[in-house]
């Protein structure tokens, strides 16, 4: 992944980093340290609309897991949600898959490592469905959304979709919860339809 330039004021913020999906980028925060620690800006909504994110962010959500939890892959098929995700404790493997029918990537997937140690965020714009993966002993994932959580309108992408073939870089067997547990194949799963991309740009 390469760094895409940026203007003045989002390059004081941020570097931003593209993904193999449209639309899905990693930020890396410029970070201020010294020997009683660190300073970072996690978000700047002038900032983030010269990178792209032009959406308002309504609800901010925060999970604390222990290693190999994994939770997803979670997407709401109405009152879709676009997140910012970002690990302050811990590592994770987060996943995002590209579940918009007119996109070049659709039904392609991209795995990123989010850190405490690397303070890097990563942008997953509303239709993709998102999960992770827990790396470290625990770790605190915090991301910012785009639209509130609907639980009617909540679908769950099966994890371990033999024809999506996404690599968790799994070191024994996964903790799953039963309703992720649940979560269809791709094949079977209600996607975001033709036009939606026009919607969200």
């Known amino acids: 992944m390469n760094a895409i330039p940026l203007t003045a004021k989002a390059k004081d913020a941020f570097q931003k980093i593209p993904t193999s999906l449209r639309g899905v980028f990693v930020l890396e925060p410029r970070v201020f340290g010294d020997e009683r620690g660190f300073?970072?800006?996690?978000?700047?909504?002038?900032?983030?609309?010269?990178?792209?994110?032009?959406?308002?962010?309504v609800q901010d959500n925060h999970s604390c897991s222990s290693r190999n939890v994994l939770r997803g892959l979670h997407y709401q098929i109405k009152h879709s949600q676009g997140k910012l995700v970002r690990v302050v404790e811990g590592e994770i493997l987060d996943v995002a898959v590209d579940l918009r029918r007119d996109s070049p990537t659709f039904a392609r997937w991209e795995a990123v490592r989010l850190s405490g140690s690397n303070k890097r965020m990563l942008w997953i714009p509303r239709g993709f469905a998102h999960g992770f993966r827990v790396i470290s002993e625990k770790a605190h994932v915090l991301y910012k959304a785009t639209d509130y959580y609907a639980p009617q309108h909540e679908r769950t992408l099966a994890w371990n979709d033999?024809?999506?073939?996404?690599?968790?870089?799994?070191?024994?067997?996964?903790?799953?919860?039963?309703?992720?547990?649940?979560?269809?194949?791709?094949v079977d799963a209600e996607t975001f339809e033709q036009g939606f991309l026009k919607t969200c740009e």
């Open 39 to 57: 300073f970072l800006e996690s978000f700047n909504e002038r900032a983030m609309r010269e990178l792209g994110i032009e959406e308002r962010f």
């Open 162 to 186: 033999a024809d999506l073939k996404i690599d968790w870089s799994l070191d024994g067997e996964p903790i799953v919860s039963a309703k992720d547990e649940r979560g269809v194949r791709l």
